[in-house]
């Protein structure tokens, strides 16, 4: 886990944020499926698995700790590559009033199926909260992730955070439209 991520917002400035989320994997929760592992590092802040939160999306309404640190703003949901979250449409609506953030893991750099993760949650979904990049991310996928929908990176920790803000400053001119806006009419 990085200690910090690059945090874009939409109409905002790039900028190092302290990291206060934890990813949880999903295991260890053998004989007890609502607990949540103890988090490190004074966190209170927790990313669970989607297909974690679908296996157990009913009886999360009848779990006190979950509904409690929900209703806080402390547990979000991060899909992996294969989570078809067009199926899950219902539980995405639902989690938009409930998850402040959610991510989208690249299990390897070179895997671009989390892109279309963050431009479906924007496009289909118009997904308002925070959509943040985690796993395998190197500064190379800075750009192409801010256009299609994240605005927040954890970069893989042998990257240089302060060489991934300087990306954003990189092009005044955009020829593509994207989330962030269209693109940049060019004087004749």
Known sequence: MNKHIIRFPKDGQASLLAN???VWDGEGDEG???NIPDLKQGLNKVLVPF???CSHFSSHHQNADIIERANKGEIGVWFATDDDILEH???IEAGKKIWP??????PIFRDGRSFSTA???RQRFNWQNEVRAIGDVLIDQLLQGARVGFDAFELRPDQDLTVGLQQFNLFSVSTQNSW???RTLLEA
């Not at 953030?101 to 690249?106: E, R």
């Open 20 to 22: 206060e989320w934890q």
């Open 119 to 121: 431009a479906l949650l």
């Open 101 to 106: 953030v959610v991510a989208a893991h690249f």
């Open 51 to 53: 297909h974690w939160w």
């Open 32 to 34: 007890a499926p609502f």
């Open 89 to 91: 449409a219902e539980i």
């Open 180 to 182: 962030r806006g269209k």
